[in-house]
């Protein structure tokens, strides 16, 4: 191969400027929680108006998910990943300028979660997925959800010193100027045609067909959304239903906060055990063990150590389930729609999220608890776990490469 001036844009460059975007966005956004009390009461809505915007913001996320992936794996990721740190900064600053609850759900809603769906996971692993071989793959989005992890351990608190420092309009502002550091660091992203092209010839159609008649692809995104029920009602609401057992607010900061450092640990394992263990096994004990975790926090007597121990636990497990996920798809079939595929599986999981978010302000509006959303956090991870076990992870038989 000749050298280039692209060729600067090494597999381990790739590595790391995904790394940082996934940092970014995904500390940007793990940080919503902490807005609701102080949004909610300035404003005179109710926790439900709030939760709406996260879960349209969840919901808007998965449903473009799989289009702009779509995108991502015609034309390369760095254009997508460019406009959607764009639209990620434009989101806040009009999210912080949302004077009623539909233009908070307008702007914090759909602006933000379309704008999710270029900078964060399916986007990223495509890129990686073509980058690196098979036996390092699962590994490498570890290593890259793992960098995701660390956003939200680094950005929650600089997130809880501008609420204080700036007040929730003047943080938002803020954050919007930390989102648009992600769009330089884009251009790392670019990739060579002869890295998209691919030599067995189908269609987006042909390969979204193929997987939705594969069992285990059917099975795999049905336990995703599990995975995105859970995690978007504990990052919503366990800011508040500390609150409300009379935890003071630093507990809920902390919590979050070990939930993105432990998960740096959780996201590696997850993906290093991916290159040496059957994935759906990984994914299965992920589901089982929070459900455990889930019943022994709401069942236990609360306190600050509970707390802690509950974020610790919950973080090994928070977005391990990302790489084995991707990992899977591109085991099943091949990389050349990997991001396309996966944006599929994560749109089951923002519907998961969606319900995560506003079932947990709804029921909390009707009951004055969120009792019962605990409940259905704990049935739906035995649900995934079981339904995880069952999934075919060979690899679709391909007609034989030819020379491009």
Known sequence: MTARASDWRTPAVVLAASGVILCIAMGVRHGFGLFLQPVTTQMGWGREAFALALAVQNLTWGATQPFVGMIADRFGSAKVLLGGSLLYALGLVAMSYAPTPWLFVLTGGVLIGTAQSGVTYSVVSGVLGRRYPPEKRSMVLGISAAAGSFGQFAILPLTQWLLTHLGWHGALLALAGVALLMAPIATAMVERREAIAHAFQQSARQATGEAFRHRGYVLLTLGFFVCGFQVVFVGVHLPSYLADRGM????????????????????????????????????????????????????????????????????????????????????????????????????????????????????????????????????????????NLPIDERAIKRPAPQAI
């Open 248 to 387: 003071p607010p630093h507990v809920a900061v902390t919590a979050l906060a070990l939930v993105g450092l432990f998960n740096i640990v959780g996201t590696y394992v997850s993906g290093w055990l991916g290159g040496k263990v059957s994935k759906k096994y990984i994914l299965s004990f992920i589901y089982f063990a929070r459900a455990v975790v889930f019943a022994a926090f709401f069942w236990l007597p609360l306190s600050e150590g509970s707390a802690y121990a509950f974020a610790i636990a919950l973080g090994l497990l928070w977005l391990s389930t990302v790489p084995p996920t991707n990992a899977l798809v591109a085991q099943i079939f091949g990389v050349r729609y990997l991001a396309m595929l996966a944006g599929f599986a994560f749109f089951s999981h923002q519907v998961g999220s969606f319900l995560g978010a506003w079932l947990g302000g709804r029921l909390y509006d009707a009951t004055g608890s969120y009792d019962v959303v605990w409940y259905l956090a704990m049935a739906l991870g035995v649900v995934a776990g079981v339904i």
